[in-house]
């Protein structure tokens, strides 16, 4: 049986259960990038996928009326978080709770 020897940082198992850890499966903040639509249909118009490099140490998502629309709406829901993936996967669970999109 081989020997472990825990580090502290991330592991990379090659199945579940090795070396007697338990796996959890996580997106990767690409894949979390490339579940959020580039453009959705809500509330009467199209609304773009906008993401903002950190300001101020925090990454920011949110969607933004097309320009090409008449339309103007207030209520945009922007998240914020202090690492991409956490603001792209708060945003996703946002979308989907509130029935906004739908992953199938």
């Known amino acids: 049986m081989p020997s ?3 580090v502290d940082s991330w592991v990379v198992i090659d199945r579940p259960g090795e070396h007697g850890q338990e796996s959890i499966a996580a997106f990767t903040v690409a894949e979390l990038g490339e579940m959020l639509p580039p453009k959705i249909k809500h509330q009467g118009c199209d609304w773009l996928l906008m993401l903002a ?3 101020n140490g925090v990454w920011i998502v949110y969607y ?3 320009e090409g629309t008449d339309k103007i709406r207030d209520g945009n829901k922007w ?3 202090e690492k991409e993936a956490d ?3 708060t945003m996703l669970i946002y ?3 509130n029935k906004i999109i739908s992953l199938s």
């Open 4 to 6: 472990y020897e825990p």
């Open 53 to 55: 490099a950190p300001f």
């Open 64 to 66: 933004q009326v097309d």
């Open 79 to 81: 998240i914020m978080a």
């Open 87 to 89: 603001a792209h996967a």
């Open 95 to 97: 979308l989907l709770e």
